[in-house]
């Protein structure tokens, strides 16, 4: 199919701050306080990511989609990610 990626997005790093992305000859760092939806999820939830596009990557068992660019520079989005209130009453 033209256009499709032939290179997979590889988790090659997880520690207590953050997971370590290659993509292609790039690696890039998801700390969790910029990513917190993946603070919970297990190893093999965060190795299950696909790169369908250049510029998209897709977590399938965590529905989670994020830009490449998302991560390249977070403070460009600064409303990626919502946590929500902890309910008090």
Same mark, same amino acid.
């Given at each position: 199919?033209?256009?499709? @990626?032939i290179s997979q997005?590889?988790?090659t790093?997880?520690?207590q701050h953050g997971f370590w992305l290659l993509l292609a000859d790039e &690696? @890039?760092?998801l700390p969790f306080t910029s990513f917190p939806w993946f603070r919970g999820a297990t190893i093999e939830q965060l190795c299950?990511? &696909?790169w369908p596009t250049e510029n998209h990557l897709f977590w399938p068992s965590l529905d989670i989609d994020l830009s490449v660019e998302?991560?390249?520079n977070p403070s460009a989005f600064?409303?990626?990610a919502a946590i929500?209130?902890?309910n008090r009453g």
């Open positions: 199919m033209p256009g499709k @990626l997005a590889e988790v790093h997880v520690s &690696e @890039l760092f299950q990511v &696909e998302s991560i390249r600064p409303l990626m929500p209130a902890p």
